[in-house]
């Protein structure tokens, strides 16, 4: 069988015809009917005429289509560009643009969106992915699956053939266009069901993630190689994520640092019944350490996972015997990766000391798309260079520090925010808080938290900055704060630093 994405989800329909293997709202489908729907639209999108290579836009919302378009376009050698739906219209378009994507999907959400970018960008065919008024500019995905059989298709693409154009977020600049191929996602699938999570065929897993976003993403293929079945959440709402968890009985659970924050949010958030979780996996920032105590407390393990898109998700994970024991650290590397810690000049670092971490496997990309300088920055002898600080301890694991682009230099200190935040997050009235450099005269550059607040809580600035004393170093303390509503977030979960810095500075 070819290393072909699409042909996994027709062998698993072979296998196991019967079982679940997508809950969706009121919709249940095993994996044959996957299979089908996936045929459909690869059937469909091959009579429009995209062909091997060609790419293929998606901005919707988590929903069954997402699933049909990812697989469909997979079984005919074509390539998904997913698109980020909290990026602004030119951001989109810029996307759209450097991809060179011939047709759009598109949820009802977006249809003024895409209306207003039809003839500024290449697409010349747009699938509206929902119910209700078509617009008269698209065909309905329904409908194009209909014209068509669910024979399945000859498979085209393979191995190192691309298959996701995968979209930086864009905290810094310009979104680069991250290649991952079939391979890709086959190794991280296999590198991550070799830590023996346990999953099987009664196994539930909860995503909630973005499906453009590679934690979702990677979770597609990976649930239909193991047999497992997904219950997909359309968008966030935290009461609704405990919920389904207790009613569902989910086993495995992946989120971001940010969704169980406002988890706990919920009023008697610990009351709800997390006892078949096995798993809850936390992606895309490092997690603060009173977070993981505090579920520890209500009896559920969170582990640190480490990894970014540009490895198709998974680097490093702490194993649940160390989750807490080793609070803050993001464990170490999956069984087919490998990773260091190395300063400037490549060689690896002691024990306790700062570092670059860099990392190679069989689930490394293949390149930035149309961007062979970057790639040629990021890619050095196989190594993937990740511009991520972190340093490991005496027994080998890992502990991420911060991005370097983020990290404050003052008075010649290198400063990483996040051991900063950690120690801000665990004040009782903070909700939420971020931390960034200030222009300093004397010292070049001092700490700025940046503070959400509980609701109905009075804090003040001077509250914060004695929090902080005896915890952490007099320079690392810091010497302005500054409250907000809400701290600005790409759909990974990670802060943007760079409206802050523009905002506070």
């Not at 009579?47 to 990812?70: F, S």
């Not at 999570?197 to 190689?225: E, N, W, Y």
């Not at 370097?404 to 004040?427: L, Q, T």
Request: charged content about 25%; aromatic content about 10%.
């Amino acid at each position: 069988m070819k290393l072909n994405i699409g042909a996994f989800l027709a062998k698993r329909a072979e296998l196991d015809p019967n079982r679940l293997g997508l809950v969706y709202e009121d919709s249940r489908l095993t994996f044959r009917q996957m299979n089908e729907r996936a045929c459909r639209t690869a059937n469909a999108l091959t009579k429009m005429g995209v062909a091997m290579g060609d790419r293929v836009g998606i901005l919707a919302q988590n929903c069954l289509e997402y699933y049909d378009t990812y697989f469909g376009v997979a079984k005919i050698g074509a390539i998904t560009v997913p698109l980020n739906w909290r990026l602004a219209a030119p951001e989109i378009q810029f996307i759209l643009e450097n991809s060179g994507a011939r047709t759009l999907v598109f949820g009802p959400e977006y249809t003024e969106m895409v209306a207003g970018l039809r003839g500024r960008v290449p697409a010349k065919d747009y699938i509206y992915a929902g119910t209700g008024n078509v617009p008269d500019f698209a065909r309905s995905m329904k409908q194009i699956q209909e014209e068509v059989n669910n024979r399945e298709p000859a498979w085209k693409g393979e191995g190192d053939d691309t298959l996701v154009i995968m979209y930086t977020s864009g905290t810094t600049g310009k979104p680069k266009g991250s290649m991952l191929t079939h391979a890709n996602f086959f190794w991280a699938s296999v590198t991550f069901n070799a830590l023996n999570q346990g999953a099987a065929a009664q196994d539930m897993s909860l995503v909630v993630l973005p499906l453009f976003h590679i934690a979702g993403m990677f979770a597609m293929p990976t649930a239909v190689h193991w047999g497992t079945a997904v219950f997909l959440i359309k968008g966030f709402d935290p009461q609704l994520i405990l919920e389904t968890i207790q009613k569902q009985k989910i086993t495995i659970f992946g989120a971001v640092p940010a969704i169980l924050g406002f988890m706990r949010l919920v009023p008697n958030w610990q009351s709800y019944d997390f006892s078949t979780v096995r798993t809850i996996l936390v992606f895309a920032a490092p997690v603060p350490v009173p977070l993981i105590q505090e579920y520890a407390k209500a009896g559920v393990v969170v582990r640190q996972l480490y990894g970014l898109t540009e490895c198709t998700g998974p680097a490093t994970v702490i194993g649940p015997e160390d989750a807490v024991s080793r609070a803050g650290s993001c464990g170490k590397a999956f069984f087919h990766t490998e990773v260091k810690v190395v300063d400037d000049s490549g060689k690896e670092t002691k024990p306790r000391e700062m570092g670059e971490v860099i990392m190679r496997g069989g689930h490394i990309m293949k390149g930035y798309w149309q961007n062979e300088e970057a790639t040629a920055e990021t890619i050095r002898d196989g190594w993937l260079h990740t511009g991520d600080i972190a340093y490991r301890d005496e027994d080998g694991f890992l502990y991420i520090a911060d991005r370097k682009k983020d990290m404050v230099i003052s008075g010649g200190e290198n400063i990483y925010p996040a051991e900063i935040e950690s120690v801000i997050f665990g004040h009782p009235k903070v909700a939420d808080v971020a931390i960034i450099g200030m222009p300093d005269k004397e010292w070049g550059e001092s700490v700025k938290a940046i503070v959400v607040p509980k609701k109905d809580v009075q804090l003040s600035p001077e509250e914060i900055i004695e929090y902080c004393r005896g915890k952490i170093a007099k320079y690392k303390i810091p010497k302005a704060v500054v409250f907000t509503d809400v701290l600005p977030r790409n759909a990974a979960g990670k802060i943007l630093k760079r409206i802050l810095r523009e905002k506070f500075n």
